[in-house]
C-alpha cells in the first residue's frame, strides 16, 4: 500500500486519457475488462502494491474524470491534454513537491510485474532515466524509398514502460518544446547531457493496442498464479 507520508518521494503517473481509437470500441482500452477487472486497475494495483512508491496520479479525459475518483480512491487524479506528451505534463504538474523520482507508465499495460519497478528504481542510482526493452523476436526491415534492407535484431529493442526519470531531467525535456513519441526520447533529445540506460523488460508488459492484444494478456493472467 502507499505509504502514509505528507511529502512524497517517489511518484507515479499512469496516463489514462486516451480514447483508445485504433482498438475498435467506444470505450477507452484502459476501462474495458479483463477476467473480470477494468484494464486500469491492474496497473493502479501494481504501482499501490509496491513499497517504493509513494505517490500514484492518474491522468483521465474530462467523461472518466469522475469515474476514475470514485473507483480509485488512493490516486490523484488529473485531466490530460490533446496528446499524450501534455497529458505526462498535467501528471508532471500534479506531484508533490518533494517528489526527486517520477514514473511515467501507459494504462494499457495492465501487467507490471514488480521487478521491472525495481530493476528501473535501481538503475536511477546511477543514471537519469531509464526504461524497460526488450529485443524484437521477428525480423526487421527498414523501407527504403520503393524497397527494403534488413536490420539486425541485435542492435533493435521495443521499449516499454514504466519509464522512470529524476524529476527535474523529466520537466527541464518537457519545458523544452520539443515533442517525442515517448519521455526517454524526449530526454534523449532534449536533454543531451542526461545519462539514459535500458533495462530488462518482459514480454507480458505488452501494450493493448488490438483485440489480439487482449486476449494474449487474458492468457497471462489465466497462466498466473493471482
Known amino acids: ?92 504538474d500534479a506531484c508533490d513537491p518533494d517528489c526527486h523520482i517520477v514514473l511515467v507508465h501507459d494504462a494499457a499495460r495492465p501487467l507490471i510485474p514488480t521487478s521491472i519497478i525495481d530493476a528501473c528504481l535501481d538503475a536511477l542510482a546511477e543514471f537519469d532515466g531509464v526504461a524497460p526493452a526488450i529485443p524484437p523476436v521477428d525480423s526487421m526491415v527498414l523501407l527504403e524509398g520503393g524497397g527494403f534492407r534488413n536490420l539486425d535484431r541485435q ?27 515517448d519521455e526517454l526520447g524526449l530526454v534523449r533529445r532534449s536533454v543531451p547531457e542526461a545519462r539514459l540506460t535500458l533495462v530488462a523488460g518482459d514480454p507480458q508488459t505488452m501494450k493493448l493496442t488490438c483485440q489480439e492484444d487482449f486476449d494474449r494478456i487474458a492468457f497471462y493472467l489465466n497462466d498466473s498464479p493471482t
Open 1 to 92: 500500500m502507499l505509504k502514509d507520508m505528507k511529502r512524497a518521494k517517489h511518484s507515479a503517473i499512469i496516463v489514462a486519457a486516451g480514447a483508445g481509437s485504433r482498438f475498435g470500441s467506444d470505450t477507452p482500452k484502459q476501462f474495458l475488462h479483463l477476467r473480470g477487472r477494468e484494464v486500469l486497475s491492474y496497473s493502479i494495483e501494481s504501482f499501490l502494491q509496491h513499497p517504493e512508491i509513494d505517490e500514484l496520479i492518474v491522468v483521465t479525459s474530462s467523461p472518466f474524470r469522475s469515474h476514475v475518483s470514485k473507483t480509485y480512491p488512493q490516486c490523484k487524479v488529473v485531466l490530460g491534454g490533446a496528446t499524450r506528451q501534455k497529458s505526462v505534463g498535467s501528471g508532471l
Open 155 to 181: 542492435h533493435l529493442r521495443i521499449i516499454q514502460t514504466p519509464q522512470c526519470f529524476k524529476v527535474d531531467v523529466l520537466r527541464k525535456a518537457h519545458a523544452s518544446g520539443l515533442v517525442d513519441t
